[in-house]
């Protein structure tokens, strides 16, 4: 049997349980927009980590869900043999965002990419300074 939040374990209609619960998640979970965090990865790799996890932390603390893939894909993918795949992905998850957030005033040629892709389609593209 299908899983459907509108019945009851037994499968019979519940609407009253449903409703209320409805009612209640948006208190629990408000809606928060997933932004695309922009900062570099290569160079000083270990420093670059460390400040996209805090930039991530600002973008909670604004309200928003961060999206940084430079702090995922390299857990799996090889920087120097699967670089553009890593790059096709990044594009892929930026496709997913409301906003393209570009942190710090480096800009890489991976980022470059990334800010090109966010214009070509519209997204809005916020430059922010260092955050400590």
């Not at 009612?23 to 809606?31: A, I, L, M, Y």
């Not at 991530?56 to 799996?76: E, K, M, N, S």
Request: aromatic residues 12%; negative net charge.
């Amino acid at each position: 049997m299908e899983n459907n939040p509108k019945r009851n374990a037994e499968y019979y209609p519940d609407p009253t349980a449903y409703q209320a619960i409805r009612n209640v998640e948006p208190q629990r979970f408000p809606f928060m927009p997933v932004v695309y965090v922009c900062s570099p990865y290569a160079g000083d790799v270990e420093e670059n980590i460390r400040k996209a996890c805090a930039y991530c932390r600002y973008t909670v603390d604004q309200g928003y869900i961060p999206l940084a893939p430079h702090l995922y894909l390299p857990q799996f993918l090889d920087e120097e043999s699967e670089r553009e795949l890593a790059l096709f992905m990044d594009i892929a998850l930026l496709s997913r965002c409301v906003e393209l957030w570009v942190f710090g005033d480096v800009i890489s040629a991976g980022m470059e990419k990334e800010i090109q892709y966010a214009q070509r389609k519209g997204k809005p593209i916020r430059y922010i300074n260092e955050v400590k």
